[in-house]
């Protein structure tokens, strides 16, 4: 598999989770990954068990100056960029009234606002190779919402316009934009939030009651969504742009929601 030969990409968010499983399916692929996470732990872990085609980068998406930093370490060492995936994100419950400023604020910096310092500083990269792909990992909940999650909610409804917006912003640069929209997926992330509701019973136990109510009858794995992400940021999918793309093991379906074209 060389299907991200040459290539220089981004990560954020790629230590844990479906943004490490987009890592080593860059990696796999022969393209060199650039692991950004704020855990320099979980970073040294992630590009341990990728090898040599992946470096890290410890730097908070919140920050103007570490996304800065963190795109100019992979030109440095890649020379340029040319595929960023925007990984990192939170969840947090909540309703607009029992949700903290300081709670609300955090799940937006994270999940929108990380994307839009990533990208400032990924898109003139990506002009001098001549174009580029920018995917961003958004939620079924941009679509149907659970109840006592707002900001979450918010956060991902705001990545698919975002993104969209970016695609037209970019398209004369030939660079695309993407969302990739899952349901419940396996990840750390995931497991925090059985812990926290499973009651009387397992984190297993609950996620596998979460997985029942997919028709497909389980959680997703960081790997599905990997190869979903890897596919539209590579040259096969150069006619996809301003897309927002379920991976959702038929949930949306089964809730009778239709997302126009």
């Excluded at 990954?33 to 872990?45: G, L, R, Y």
């Excluded at 839009?116 to 001549?130: T, V």
């Excluded at 979450?152 to 409804?157: F, V």
């Excluded at 969504?225 to 596919?231: G, I, K, Q, R, T």
Aim: charged content about 20%.
């Amino acid at each position: 598999m060389s299907d991200f030969n040459g290539k220089s990409i981004v990560v954020t968010g790629g230590s844990l989770g479906m943004g490490l499983a987009c890592a080593h399916r860059f990696a796999a692929g022969g393209g060199k990954v650039t692991i950004v996470a704020n855990d320099k732990a979980s970073v040294d872990e992630a590009v341990t068990s990728i090898g040599d085609n992946a470096a890290g980068f410890v730097g908070d998406v919140r920050s103007k100056a570490d996304m800065n930093a963190a795109v100019q370490a992979a030109v440095s060492r890649h020379g340029g960029v040319d595929i960023l995936a925007c990984c990192a994100g939170i969840q947090r419950y909540g309703t607009v009234v029992d949700t903290a400023d300081e709670v609300w604020d955090d799940v937006l910096d994270i999940n929108l606002k990380g994307i839009f310092l990533a990208s400032k500083f990924a898109i003139p990269e990506m002009r001098k190779r001549g174009g580029g792909a920018i995917v961003a990992i958004s939620s079924v909940q941009a679509y149907a919402s659970q109840t006592g999650v707002a900001a979450y909610t918010a956060s991902k409804g705001a990545i698919n316009a975002l993104v969209r917006a970016m695609a037209l912003d970019h398209a004369g640069d030939n660079i695309t934009v993407n969302a990739v929209c899952p349901a419940s997926i396996d990840t750390p992330m995931l497991r925090w939030a059985a812990d926290l509701w499973k009651g009387e019973g397992t984190v297993e136990a609950t996620l596998e009651t979460w997985g029942k109510g997919h028709p497909l009858g389980r959680v997703g794995k960081p790997s599905e969504v990997a190869e979903l992400v890897a596919f539209l940021a590579s040259e096969k999918a150069r006619f996809i742009t301003g897309a927002d793309i379920k991976i959702d093991g038929g949930v949306l379906s089964k809730l009778g929601i239709v997302i126009p074209d």
